[in-house]
């Protein structure tokens, strides 16, 4: 069973900066990418970052320049350093992680986090 941890979230003012970390846990082979998407209420899950195994990294138009993703293939923890936050930043954030082997034979899975909240306010 694999189990994916988030940690970071909070309340922060307009401009101010905030990390996220995702540790993955439990039998794992591969991990493909790793990332993060969020969701306000009413609308679809949106990507925010994604970083593959190749170390390609994707954003979202509207964080590129302000977000930046990281990964740490050894621990299977993600990264998301938040700065320059606006009040449109705030939602629920969920940790992704792709194509998860838990051996070189098997089938890939996807998983989630749980979600963290992230509250842009003065």
């Known amino acids: 069973q694999v189990q994916l941890v988030e940690s970071g979230g909070g309340l922060v003012q307009p401009g101010g900066s905030l990390r996220l970390s995702c540790a993955a846990s439990?039998?794992?082979?591969?991990?493909?990418?790793m990332g993060w998407y969020r969701q306000a209420p009413g609308k679809q899950r949106e990507l925010v970052a994604r970083?593959?195994?190749?170390?390609?990294?994707t954003y979202a138009g509207s964080v590129k320049g302000r977000f930046t993703n990281s990964r740490d293939h050894a621990k299977n923890t993600v990264y998301l350093q938040m700065s320059s936050l606006k009040p449109e930043d705030t939602t629920v954030y969920y940790c992704?992680?792709?194509?998860?082997?838990?051996?070189?034979?098997?089938?890939?899975?996807?998983?989630w986090g749980q979600g963290t909240q992230v509250t842009v306010s003065s």
């Open positions: 970083i593959a195994s190749g170390g390609t990294t």
């Open positions: 992704n992680a792709d194509r998860v082997a838990v051996n070189m034979w098997g089938n890939e899975n996807d998983y």
């Open positions: 439990g039998s794992i082979f591969s991990i493909y990418a």
